[in-house]
């Protein structure tokens, strides 16, 4: 199976959003960080342990790795399949 791995950038006018792998970074100001897991999990159902900056922008993540994921044709949450 292959593993696809993929960087996104979404930039705001006072923040930039970054995720890498498994990971969110956002910086602005400051930098916050955050697991791309918790982060979908929160903008799925209100679940997740992540950090209140990243709330903000949990459903812009989710958006983007759901286009992400349609692309190339992953349904579901594979977990040998990250697509970010």
Known sequence: ????KMKVRLAYPDKLVIVE???VIMFNGKLIEGELNEVLSYAE?????IPDELKKVAVDIKR???VM???IG???REVEMPVY
């Not at 199976?1 to 696809?4: A, K, L, R």
């Not at 159902?45 to 342990?49: E, L, P």
Request: proline share 0%; glycine share 20%.
């Open 69 to 71: 994921r349609m692309q």
């Open 45 to 49: 159902g209100g679940q997740g342990v």
């Open 21 to 23: 792998e498994d990971r």
């Open 74 to 76: 992953i349904r579901g």
């Open 64 to 66: 983007v790795v759901d």
């Open 1 to 4: 199976m292959e593993v696809i």
